[in-house]
């Protein structure tokens, strides 16, 4: 069962184009979270949302709580924003829940 | 800007053996965490750690894996008799309040 789905699963773009990267997840939750995982491996948390959006830099996070759904959007996209990009989400408690990932490749 | 440091960042031992890895958390962080990912797959959540006990753990960590905040600055995930399916990049991460984390850069853990 898989409590968080992400689409696509991977993404090509142009330098310069506009990007979007979505999630839903089907628990109650009280935060979600938009991680960056860098070709060597490291992660780097870029949001946590528990309502509206979130804007930093080129990058701006969305949640609709009523629609279990969240959108990770990239302005002006540039080839060092390949990644993969994990949606993950923190119910009531502790506990983690990950997206697949988005593999995302900025051509230049 | 401060920073998770996960140590040794690449280990290889052989099937059965223990192995401790090791993280160093950001000095006023509160909340300890776990994950690992093994090569291809998600990222799961181990356990979480509060307070000097365990908050929460997943189906995953079962009795062969153990954490500990040993001396009030390293937090350690033991396993204790490897197997050839623990193979993954583990992955320690700290929280202030228990929302926001900051990663370590992982450790890459290859059995034998």
């Known amino acids: 069962k898989n409590e968080v789905e992400q689409s696509p699963q991977n993404l090509t773009a142009q330098e310069g184009e506009f990007i979007t990267i979505n999630c839903s997840y089907s628990?109650?939750?009280?935060?979600l979270h938009w991680l960056q995982q860098h070709p060597g491996g490291g992660i780097v948390s870029l949001f946590m949302?528990?309502?509206g959006k979130k804007k930093h830099g080129r990058l701006i996070a969305t949640i609709n709580i009523q629609e279990k759904h969240s959108s990770l959007h990239i302005t002006a996209s540039h080839p060092r924003d390949s990644a993969v990009y994990i949606c993950?989400?923190?119910?009531?408690?502790?506990?983690?829940?990950f997206g697949t990932g988005t593999s995302l490749t900025v051509i230049p | 800007e401060p920073e998770v440091t996960q140590t040794p960042s690449h280990q290889v031992t052989q099937m059965g053996q223990e192995v401790i890895l090791r993280c160093v958390p950001i000095?006023?962080?509160?909340?300890f965490y776990w994950y690992r990912q093994i090569l291809g797959q998600k990222v799961e959540f181990l356990v979480s750690f509060y307070n000097n006990e365990i908050s929460e753990k997943s189906e995953i960590f079962d009795d062969q894996f153990s954490v500990e905040r040993p001396d009030g600055s390293n937090f350690t995930l033991k396993i204790r008799s490897t197997k050839l399916e623990d193979s993954a990049m583990y992955f320690c991460a700290s929280s202030l309040t228990g929302y926001g984390y900051t990663f370590g850069s992982g450790t890459r853990l290859t059995v034998v």
């Open positions: 993950a989400v923190t119910p009531w408690g502790n506990q983690f829940y």
């Open positions: 949302l528990s309502s």
């Open positions: 000095s006023n962080h509160l909340y």
């Open positions: 628990v109650g939750i009280s935060a």
